[in-house]
């Protein structure tokens, strides 16, 4: 079974320090990973793909199949990254997603 | 679009009512998928439909939890009787045909069970 692991439920930082958030997933194939993002009562949100390369709102992630790993991370947080996230694998058109690690920036 | 809606987007119940939880995906995507949230499992996928067929449900937690798709803009998610351990949030989300994996997600229906 594929599974996705965040190692960590709570993570806390203060405001301009920097955030990494753990993400690691089993090994199989060429795994197409995610991260979602849930604002405070709201819905999930697509928050970047490894596909894309992309960054949004000044979050990163790198896929790195050597520790199977899809950290998410970002330089400076802001009080605004606040959230929920979650990772998440795709496999037989499905997506597995970790059991999320709740994000507070503290002022 | 107005994306995913879900309702109710809350309900509190007795134990041993029926629930039913509603979902309309975005207009045109063909596959919808059925997640419960909690504390300490997190997001666990229930079911997924693919075309109004349902494709996986073996995530569904037992037989008082039963999920239909009639038509391609509508799906139901019913517990039937609920217990207080159903408690969680329930979303509803869809995908279209020409996406691999990214999907869209409703704004989840708040259900406890008293």
């Known amino acids: 079974a594929q599974r996705v692991t965040q190692p960590e439920k709570l993570l806390s930082v203060f405001k301009g320090a920097p955030v990494e958030l753990k993400c690691n997933y089993s090994?199989?194939?060429?795994?197409?990973l995610f991260w979602y993002v849930q604002y405070s009562r709201q819905r999930l949100q697509l928050l970047l793909r490894?596909?894309s390369r992309e960054s949004i709102k000044g979050f990163t992630a790198d896929l790195n199949k050597g520790e199977t790993s899809f950290h998410l991370k970002k330089p400076f947080a802001q009080e605004e990254d606040s959230a929920m996230y979650y990772c998440?694998?795709?496999?037989?058109?499905?997506?597995?997603f970790g059991s999320g690690t709740q994000l507070t920036v503290l002022p | 679009d107005a994306g995913v809606i879900q309702s109710p987007r809350h309900e509190v119940t007795e134990m041993g009512q029926e629930v039913t939880l509603r979902c309309k995906p975005i207009?045109?995507?063909?596959?919808l998928f059925w997640y419960r949230q909690t504390m300490m499992r997190g997001l666990e996928l229930l079911i997924y439909f693919n075309n109004n067929v349902p494709i996986d449900d073996s995530g569904m937690p037992e037989d008082r939890f039963s999920a239909k798709m009639p038509n391609a803009s509508f799906s139901t998610l019913k517990i039937q009787p609920s217990e207080p351990r159903d408690s969680a949030v329930y979303f509803c989300?869809?995908?279209?045909?020409?996406?691999?994996?990214?999907?869209?997600f409703g704004e989840g229906s708040w259900l406890t069970v008293v």
């Open positions: 090994y199989s194939g060429s795994p197409e």
């Open positions: 998440a694998r795709g496999s037989a058109r499905q997506l597995t």
């Open positions: 490894h596909i």
């Open positions: 989300a869809s995908r279209s045909q020409g996406e691999r994996y990214t999907i869209y």
């Open positions: 207009s045109g995507h063909n596959s």
